[in-house]
């Protein structure tokens, strides 16, 4: 499933692949926003142009009104910025617009008895319009796109490859939903922004700035998993070395509830793997290296989620906690 999208150019690097427009000068909000874009409309757009190039020099109002009317409107949404917004073709665009609504408001225009300017279908013997309006027309979409193709040359277009299973729309604009819902309210809102800025790094190509995000959005939780357990929420260490020291001396207290070992060996893992070298301007994420990142990340935020809700029912899960006093004593009851 291929996406195709406006962005900034100094917002990708190395994006090959589902198709994305790059637009030298970015007319969006903020640097690196990214406009869906249906490619459809292209073809739309340009099935209305040549329908006007087709009108012939003695045609009747009856025969070109669609062609004018959807032309019309076609070249409006240009205008607009849809499918995609123009830059130096937007005169030519503007002048074709012009002669159009010209023409709709000369043969397909009436004055009500209110003094209202309404749509009229022409009359079946209605003169065919003079055959100059259409040279002039022709003439007018001819100049449009010359100007039109050239601008386009200079759109830089990609087509994004999908990363492994991921469905590319999703990864694009909504990573996080990945999470179960029913865990939504135990991973923090900055954990779930970095989430998404993780798959959309991830899905263009931007492989060392997805692992980047996905570390962020880790220890978004992590500062939450250690609120919980340490009954301090709201605290901040100064790194992740210091959170699982912190949560490996309260497990060994066995609490209830009580972080879970292998939460805190697989945390630790990431931190000695992928975190702190991550950091390094010489460290390269290969694409492998971001999705193993990735799939790490969304395990660790889901499991560390799940003993949050647990903890908040005041149930302790079997499987993710381990050494706990009611896992100890089910142990020796074994």
Not at 90 to 98: G, I, M
Not at 255 to 273: A, F, I, V, W
Request: aromatic content about 8%; some cysteine; proline content about 6%.
């Amino acid at each position: 499933m291929g996406i195709f999208a406006t962005v900034s150019r100094e917002s990708v690097e190395d994006t090959t692949g589902e198709v994305v427009s790059l637009r030298t000068a970015c007319a969006t909000k903020r640097e690196a926003e990214l406009e869906r874009i249906n490619p459809y409309g292209f073809y739309d757009f340009g099935k209305e142009l040549h329908q006007l190039k087709e009108l012939s020099e003695s045609i009747t109002p009856q025969d070109a009104f669609l062609p004018i009317w959807q032309g019309r409107d076609s070249m409006r949404a240009l205008l607009s910025g849809k499918p995609i917004p123009i830059g130096v073709s937007t005169q030519k665009a503007r002048e074709l617009h012009n002669k159009l609504d010209a023409l709709m408001d000369e043969h397909f225009m009436q004055t009500d008895e209110k003094g209202k300017r309404v749509l009229r279908y022409p009359d079946a013997d209605a003169p065919p319009i003079a055959s100059w309006r259409i040279s002039m027309l022709k003439t007018n979409i001819t100049e449009f796109e010359t100007v039109f193709a050239e601008e386009m040359r200079e759109t830089a277009t990609y087509f994004v490859p999908r990363r492994g299973i991921y469905y590319t729309p999703a990864l694009v604009d909504s990573a996080d939903e990945t999470f179960p819902k029913e865990l939504a309210a135990f991973i923090p809102d900055k954990a779930k922004d970095d989430w998404r800025s993780a798959g959309r790094c991830l899905a263009f190509n931007l492989l060392s700035a997805s692992g980047f995000h996905v570390a962020r959005a880790v220890e978004a939780c992590l500062e939450s998993y250690y609120g919980l357990f340490s009954g301090k929420p709201g605290q901040t260490l100064h790194s992740w070395y210091d959170y699982i020291k912190a949560l490996q001396e309260i497990a060994a207290k066995q609490p209830t509830p009580c972080p879970s070992e292998k939460t805190l060996t697989e945390l630790d893992q990431m931190r000695e793997d992928y975190r702190n070298p991550i950091v390094h301007p010489r460290v390269v994420l290969s694409e492998g290296d971001a999705r193993m990142l990735f799939a790490n990340g969304e395990s660790l935020i889901i499991a560390m989620a799940q003993e949050l809700s647990a903890a908040a029912k005041g149930v302790q899960p079997a499987l993710a906690l381990v050494g706990g006093k009611d896992a100890k004593e089910e142990g020796k009851a074994g």
